[in-house]
């Protein structure tokens, strides 16, 4: 690893990054250290890259939140298996088909089924439900459903999933198994290289600002999703939860998170990258802000209230009381307010070769 006396001179960084140059810790770390006007430098350059080679169209993925059970223990993670006094709820299948179909009326051309690692939503199940959507829907459909063998992830893309989100979080072995004391890094990374074998154009991502993180970290972590060939890449602020072990821990830093979003158009200039629900927990403008610093997806909430108040990742998480169609309606016009447009095709991933 690299020390800090090694790192290249902010203006050398932006430059070999603006160039194209092979992904390294001395121009990367930086860039993701990047404050005041360097930063917003950054972003700018990173918003000029997004407009060259995906343009000013906005994909939005209607997100809907299927199951808030975990058999997880993260430490950083409101769902955790541990935090037996948060309410929680299983949607039924045809209660998700219901809103995809929902999300397909309202003008959505992609909607992703998330939650947690619930072991009660198995193959069979999630299988059925990706088989009435595809049967009733031209949706496309993103799944985070957490780490399952490769078995079931082939069962799955049979029936019609296009799209798999499985955030690597982070890739230093100490931090991961920090906040993942029942997890294993080998193990989600041979999950997210079982995913790019089968076809799933492929979703990753980071938690920003996580205890003991680095910029140098975050460095690696970078290189590591180019060499995976990820085609999708979300940036989380590390949130802290109150009903976590790392409840009194300092959170990520919007101004961390947003660099991220640029350093990662800069590396991905293909990719699609949202500006996550989480930026807007830290700044009521923090969409946009991620829209700006290069970000060309926002994943707009269809979870019916009730049942969102019970998905608690973190604290500050956005409830919105209007309408589906209401929301989607202001979504749009917040983008269009900022000088972008809705996409009106499904999203799929831009690759450069087949």
């Known amino acids: 690893m690299r020390g800090l006396e090694e790192w290249l001179p902010f203006e050398d960084a932006l430059a070999t990054a603006v160039g194209r140059g092979s992904p390294d810790p001395t121009w990367l770390a930086p860039l993701l250290s990047a404050e005041g006007d360097d930063a917003q430098r950054l972003r700018e350059a990173a918003d000029g890259v997004r407009r060259r080679f995906v343009g000013y169209e906005v994909h939005l993925r209607a997100l809907v939140e299927i199951t808030s059970y975990c058999c997880r223990n993260c430490m950083y993670c409101g769902l955790r298996r541990d ?35 619930d072991p009660c939503l198995d193959r069979e199940t999630v299988a059925r439900i990706l088989s009435d959507i595809k049967a009733s829907t031209d949706l496309a459909v993103t799944l985070s459903l957490g780490e399952r063998s490769y078995d079931t992830y082939a069962r799955w893309r049979e029936e019609g999933a296009d799209r798999y989100l499985l955030r690597i979080e982070t890739t230093d072995p100490a931090l991961f198994a920090s906040v993942h004391p029942d997890g294993n890094l ?19 991502g980071v938690l920003v600002g996580l205890p003991g993180q680095t910029a140098l970290s975050t ?18 602020p590390f949130i802290p939860n109150p009903d976590t072990p790392l409840a009194d821990t300092p959170g990520g830093a919007l101004d961390q998170a947003l660099n991220l979003v640029a350093v990662l ?30 970000a060309n997806v926002l994943m707009p909430n269809l979870t019916p209230r009730t049942q969102r108040e019970s998905y608690a990742l973190y604290p500050g998480k956005p409830i919105v009381d209007i309408t589906s169609a209401t929301c ?14 809705v996409a009106a095709d499904h999203g799929h991933v831009h690759r450069l070769t087949e």
Not at 186 to 204: A, F, S, V
Request: aromatic share 4%; with cysteine.
């Open 83 to 117: 935090h037996t006094s948060q309410p929680r709820y299983r949607m039924s299948p045809s209660e998700v088909v219901a809103l995809a179909r929902q999300a397909a009326s309202i003008g959505y051309r992609t909607v992703v089924l998330q939650g947690g690692e």
């Open 186 to 204: 080998r193990r989600r990374m041979q999950c997210l290289e079982d995913l790019k074998r089968l076809g799933y154009q492929l979703g990753t």
């Open 219 to 236: 460095a690696d972590d970078v290189i590591w999703m180019r060499d995976l060939g990820a085609e999708m890449l979300g940036v989380g």
């Open 265 to 294: 158009r800069l590396v991905f200039p293909n990719a699609h990258i949202p500006a996550t629900t989480a930026l807007g927990a830290l700044d009521p403008m923090g969409g946009e802000k991620g829209l700006k610093a290069g």
């Open 328 to 341: 989607r309606d202001a979504i749009v016009a917040r983008i269009e307010a900022i000088g972008r447009r």
